[in-house]
């Protein structure tokens, strides 16, 4: 191994020059940061700048480079030197545009820019540059489960791009709910008529296609490993079990429709011809085949009126019945509503609604059932009674007089709505779900210590973010597609399975090279331990929010890098500091903590140490300063992977070292997280909250520790809670600390 040599590169561009002493920041990375090389740069990231940097590195033998500059979030690609470990140091964003041009300022400002030129010195210094893991899968098939629209569209995608794929169905064919559907709603110009599904193609494509190798009636009994190298044991009719290798997964399973039966009060059950969506296109199928207008399922009569219910079972605040709008089911009833107006305009179709919502087709759909004489009632249905032939459908009229109206319909179809088809929820104990009456169902059947199945979302779909991380899921290199991720129709289903195909095509390309997947994708530092210090507590394990962390046989932390997320949430959970990663470590962060000249306790200059989330805290702050947004100039931010891998060491040794308060900025947690790494906000506000026994016995107020959750939206709040906490603090004193430091 090379021996370390390190270079800070100072930058005077985007008005650093002129708001910074640069002689000053050089001489604290050359006495103070102990850099062995030193140099200002007019504009660093110029190819001049940058191939300064290069020839230092092959003619200096540079090791480990600390940048002054701008945030590490700009000019990546101009900073990229893979050869040697690299801090930055935030001076322009972090620094000069947060805080006011004037002469008053100017001494906070450099003060500032000097402690963060420091603490990248002091980082880079604890950091290697990650060599990569060795033990990689080399895998790139893909696995699809579910040969529904969404599950056909990921296999017929990832072969397009040149990847085999590996397609397990559970029925005797392809096509899933999209193959039992008369006709599809219209997602392209013009927005006027039903339209073919395409499904029949589809099918046609796979089974011509050598890059697909399909699996019908067939499950999957056992799913092991991790990106690269899963092992799939796939149960087949015949009850032999077939083996397959892959690379990633997605999970495509699909949903079914919520049971009429329970909707009793809506003729759910009671009657032939009080039918769910999917009811009337098997109707319409079966129609279409004797070439005859669909007939009233009781008895075969001619149909004069139909009645579409709305949000029949959804959208439900009482607890019974299904919370959410599943999303396509106006649409729906306009395209059924069509199916009898285009045989027969005679026919009295009405679509009861509270809220008509067509997406992905504006008005146009809309607009094109009411010329063809579709009716649109705006009500609130009561009641459906069925009787000898047809039913009676109550409602209240909420458009023509606020009161309550009945009319007669010789077939009544209530949109029901998707549930996920998602497999067992890890929430359920093994031994809570015997005792159940109907077993849940596994789809995956993973090795995972946390589960069989993929989390799930509170409402039974698959865990995912429909902002931050689309597709993703706590099972990396796993991914969800499709009416199991959320409900939508046939076109989102097609493009979110499109989506899911390319992430998962970017997992077993970065587990061949070690790298790790979204959103640390290409880092190439896991995570190692200190064997000898190791207590067997176990945290690491029940904390990892990904399943990473097994136990060996002596009950010690077994790291399955290629499902690791770089998060450093176990790093975080570990409470003697064992764990750690090259380039990111309980020293690089308390190295850059201790860094800081810690004013005496009579220069009223407090400290502030913030933590700062990577993913949203951080940039909301560069956004700020890109807004000029100004700040306290007394805060030392430092961003972290994730407020998961905070420990609570760097809390205890910044109180010690006389900083006078202590932010934490993540993501927001609970139901509705927006967490990168799902559970890491949720756990440090966990660890936090028992930070109090310790500041008592430090002798110190509550307050001088705070977390907040944050979005990278909060571009203007974030800079108030920084001076809102700076006033607090200058409210309850300095530390009484400082003087012991």
């Not at 190295?591 to 909301?620: G, H, T, W």
């Not at 308060?661 to 890491?680: A, I, R, S, T």
């Not at 990278?712 to 530390?735: C, F």
Request: hydrophobic residues 35%.
């Amino acid at each position: 191994m090379s021996e370390m040599k390190t270079a800070a590169y100072i930058c005077k561009g985007c008005g650093l020059g002129e708001r910074l002493d640069a002689a000053q920041l050089s001489k604290v990375a050359q006495k103070e940061g102990k850099a062995n090389l030193v140099r200002e740069h007019d504009f660093l990231c110029s190819a001049a700048g940058v191939q300064m940097i290069r020839d230092d590195i092959e003619k200096e033998a540079v090791t480990h480079v600390a940048i002054a500059a701008c945030s590490r979030r700009a000019k990546a690609e101009a900073f990229w030197f893979p050869t040697v470990a690299m801090a930055r140091a935030n001076l322009r964003e972090g620094v000069i545009w947060s805080q006011p041009d004037t002469d008053e300022a100017r001494e906070g400002t450099q003060e500032m820019a000097d402690d963060y030129v420091r603490m990248a010195c002091a980082e880079v210094k604890r950091m290697k540059l990650p060599a990569g893991n060795t033990e990689t899968g080399h895998n790139k098939r893909l696995l699809v489960v579910g040969g529904g629209v969404s599950g056909m569209t990921a296999a017929i995608e990832a072969s397009n791009t040149g990847y085999q794929v590996v397609l397990v169905e559970k029925s005797g064919s392809l096509g899933g709910w999209g193959a039992r559907l008369w006709k599809r709603i219209p997602f392209q110009e013009p927005l006027k008529d039903p339209v073919e599904t395409g499904v029949t193609d589809m099918i046609d494509r796979i089974g011509a296609d050598p890059n697909i190798k399909v699996y019908l009636n067939a499950t999957l009994a056992k799913t092991t490993g991790a990106p690269g190298r899963f092992a799939a044991e796939i149960a087949v009719e015949s009850g032999s079990v077939a083996m397959e290798e892959v690379g990633a997964i997605v999970q495509a399973s699909g949903f079914g429709t919520y049971d009429i039966a329970e909707l009793p009060e809506l003729g759910g059950g009671k009657s032939p011809d009080v039918v769910d969506q999917a009811g009337l296109e098997k109707l319409a199928v079966e129609a279409a085949a004797r070439g005859q207008p669909i007939r009233r399922p009781s008895d075969g009569g001619e149909i004069r009126t139909v009645a579409f219910v709305q949000c029949a079972g959804q959208r439900d605040d009482t607890g019974r019945h299904l919370p959410y709008c599943s999303g396509f089911c106006c649409s729906t009833s306009i395209k059924q509503a069509m199916y009898f107006k285009d045989v027969n305009p005679a026919v009295d179709t009405v679509v009861i609604y509270t809220d008509l919502r067509v997406p992905g087709s504006g008005e146009d759909f809309y607009r094109s059932g009411q010329e063809k004489g579709v009716t649109f009632t705006k009500g609130k249905v009561t009641g459906v009674e069925p009787g000898s032939k047809g039913c009676t459908v109550k409602f209240h009229d909420l458009i023509l007089n606020d009161k309550d109206a009945a009319i007669q319909a010789d077939l009544v179809v209530l949109a029901t709505g998707q549930v996920p088809n998602s497999g067992v929820n890890v929430d359920i104990p093994e031994e809570e779900a015997a005792k159940m009456e109907v077993k849940p169902v596994s789809i995956l059947n993973l090795d995972y210590r946390q589960g069989r199945d993929l989390p799930q979302l509170r409402h039974g779909f698959t865990d995912s973010h429909f902002i931050c991380f689309p597709y993703e899921t706590r099972r990396t290199g796993i991914y969800a597609a499709g009416p199991v991720r959320r409900p939508m129709d046939m076109a989102q289903a097609v493009e979110d399975a499109t989506g899911a195909t390319l992430k998962a095509i970017q997992a077993v390309e970065n587990a061949e090279l070690g790298r790790a997947a979204h959103p640390r994708s290409g880092d190439l530092s896991f995570p190692s331990f200190r064997r000898d210090g190791c207590t067997q507590c176990k945290r690491c394990t029940v904390e990892c929010p990904f399943g990473a962390i097994d136990e060996d046989e002596q009950r010690y932390p077994l790291f399955n890098e290629s499902r690791c997320r770089r998060c450093g949430t176990c790093m975080g959970a570990c409470p003697v500091r064992v764990i750690s990663f090259e380039n990111y470590s309980v020293d690089t962060v308390g190295s850059q903590i201790k860094a800081v000249d810690m004013p005496d306790e009579f220069s009223e200059k407090p400290r502030i140490l913030l933590l700062a989330c990577e993913n949203d805290a951080y940039p909301a702050l560069d956004m700020a300063g890109m807004n000029r947004i100004q700040y306290s100039a007394f805060v030392r931010v430092i961003p972290v992977r994730c407020l998961g891998s905070v420990n609570t060491i760097w809390i205890t040794d910044a109180l010690n070292s006389g900083y006078d308060g202590v932010m934490l900025m993540g993501c927001k947690h609970g139901d509705e997280y927006q967490c990168h790494f799902v559970k890491g906000s949720e756990l440090a506000n966990y660890r936090m909250s028992k930070i109090d026994d310790t500041l008592k016995q430090l002798a110190l107020e509550t307050e001088r520790v705070a977390t907040y959750e944050v979005a990278i939206t909060d571009i203007e709040r974030v800079p108030q809670l920084i001076n809102n906490y700076a006033a607090k603090i200058n409210e309850i004193g300095l530390s009484p600390l400082k003087g012991f430091a």
